[in-house]
């Protein structure tokens, strides 16, 4: 199994920043990617970054610019850097892995709880 543990959510006013933090622990193989998604009140989950084992990473032009994804050396913890964040920003935030379980077999995706990011003046 994977588990995945958010830490870093809160309230912020607009323009101000958040750190995010997720640790992956468990009986994985590898992990080929971790990333974060958001999902707000009547919409859908988006992804919102994405790094992969060999360091590139995805933003959608929504938080391109502000947000920053960063992987440690242990390559088990991910770090999602917010900055001038906005009242849309506001959402669940989940941390996500794309994992498998023993070498030669099919990569899972797996998911942390999600912590609550709140924007607003």
């Known amino acids: 199994q994977v588990q995945l543990v958010e830490s870093g959510g809160g309230l912020v006013q607009p323009g101000g920043s958040l750190r995010l933090s997720c640790a992956a622990s468990?009986?994985?193989?590898?992990?080929?990617?971790m990333g974060w998604y958001r999902q707000a009140p009547g919409k859908e989950r988006e992804l919102v970054a994405k790094i992969r084992s060999g360091g590139s990473t995805n933003y959608p032009d929504s938080v391109k610019g502000r947000f920053t994804i960063s992987r440690d050396s242990a390559e088990n913890t991910v770090h999602l850097q917010m900055n001038s964040l906005k009242p849309e920003d506001t959402a669940v935030y989940y941390c996500?892995?794309?994992?498998?379980?023993?070498?030669?077999?099919?990569?899972?995706?797996?998911w942390g709880k999600g912590t609550l990011v709140t924007v607003s003046s």
């Open positions: 996500n892995a794309e994992a498998r379980l023993a070498f030669g077999v099919r990569y899972g995706n797996y």
């Open positions: 468990g009986s994985f193989a590898s992990i080929n990617a």
